[in-house]
């Protein structure tokens, strides 16, 4: 009678136990973190990945290093652009860059089911969200504050008042915060919802699209000579994400370089910020406690 054929063999390939610190879910979280922002510019990803976020970078930076040299070059009494305007200006950019980076974070781990392995133990899905939504988050404030920084470093080469110039600069930088964090959340939602990344650039999209652009026919609408003397065309700018967040900056530090908020405005616009911010962060929560659930 013949042998049993063996169907298969056990090599010791030399795996041990793992007898270190286990560090828990703020290490992971914070590893997470990181790992999210330096994915947000392509490092540590293929080439083609970091396309998009590094020609966006360089489209908000050139300019302003344009004006830096052309301000100390000329010697020009002053500034030739305010910070905080330039966020304004650059919205186009912001948006894209939101578009593009936000799938990035949130899509392709719903895509590809990666999720189910962040959520198992030790991480819980507000570990998750958290690190994400602060990881993109950091990545806006990089590309709206680089060129702010290189813009108030251009101001004082060029000799401007030290005290108006870091005044300017603070307020932009408070502005961007302001606009990052709210831009993060609204991305990072839309983006939650679907796992296609061609869905989520869509929708994201025409989200800061149609906002803008019922905010500027609105008030062209109510306030055709653009003075902004009536609280019906003031009030029109919660509907937009960089409007909401630039007149809330403006009434936190009391900026009068534009129309001033009266307190109860300033209130309102403060509601609406907060409301909104954690509306997103609670639908963001819900949708990966749902995952994380099955």
Known sequence: ???????????????RHYDGPRLGRFAITRALTISSL???????????????????????VVPVVILVGVENAMKLEDPPIVPVNYIGYLQPVIGLYLASQAPQLFSRD?????IVLYLARPPRSTDYVLAKLTALTAALMVLIGMPLVILYAGALLAKYDFVDMSKEFLTAL???????VLLAVIGGLIAATTPRRGFAVAAIIATLTVSFTAVITTTA?????????????????IASPFSLAQTLSRFVLRDRSD??????????????????????????????????RG
């Open 1 to 15: 009678m013949s042998e049993p054929t063996r169907s298969g063999v056990i090599h010791d390939i030399g795996y």
């Open 38 to 60: 330096r994915h947000a510019y392509g490092l540590g990803r293929t080439g083609k990945s970091k396309v998009m976020p590094i020609l966006l970078l360089a489209v908000m």
């Open 110 to 114: 719903l895509r590809y089911r990666s």
């Open 174 to 180: 408070a502005t961007a915060l302001l606009v990052s």
């Open 221 to 237: 609408i109510l306030d055709p000579d653009v003075t902004m003397q009536g609280a019906a065309e003031r009030y029109t700018q």
């Open 259 to 292: 129309w001033m908020p009266t307190t109860q405005q300033g209130l309102v616009f403060a509601a609406a910020y907060i409301l909104l911010v954690a509306v997103c962060v609670w639908g963001v929560n819900s949708r990966y406690a749902k995952v994380a």
